[in-house]
């Protein structure tokens, strides 16, 4: 499957800069039981002239609510080419998933 991701930030807070990203991804559905395995790119800007692709693997299982929608709890990993240490991120997420 192909994913597509936008995404704004705003937090209110003077000295945390604003930022936009958009990325791309693929996942891969592990023989129809819901387990997947996915790759993503993703190019994060701020308007402090910061610029970092970030390339990312999530694991994670698809729960069908109904026969097109799911809840999709994943762990996962970007790996930031600017500063490692700094910027690269793991971590839990919860998503809905709309299959259309």
């Known amino acids: 499957m192909m994913l597509g991701q936008v995404a704004y930030n705003h937090s209110g807070n003077e000295t945390v800069p604003d930022y936009i990203a958009v990325g791309a991804g693929l996942r891969y559905y592990i023989e129809q039981n819901g387990l997947y395995v996915g790759v993503n ?3 994060v800007h701020t308007y402090r002239n910061y610029n970092d692709l970030m390339p990312g693997i999530e694991l994670g299982y698809a729960f069908f609510v109904s026969r097109t929608v799911t809840i999709e709890p994943s762990v996962y990993y970007n790996q930031s080419f ?9 971590g839990f997420k ?3 998933g709309i299959y259309i």
């Open 41 to 43: 790119a993703t190019l």
């Open 94 to 96: 919860i998503g809905i």
């Open 82 to 90: 600017k500063s490692h240490t700094k910027y690269s991120t793991a």
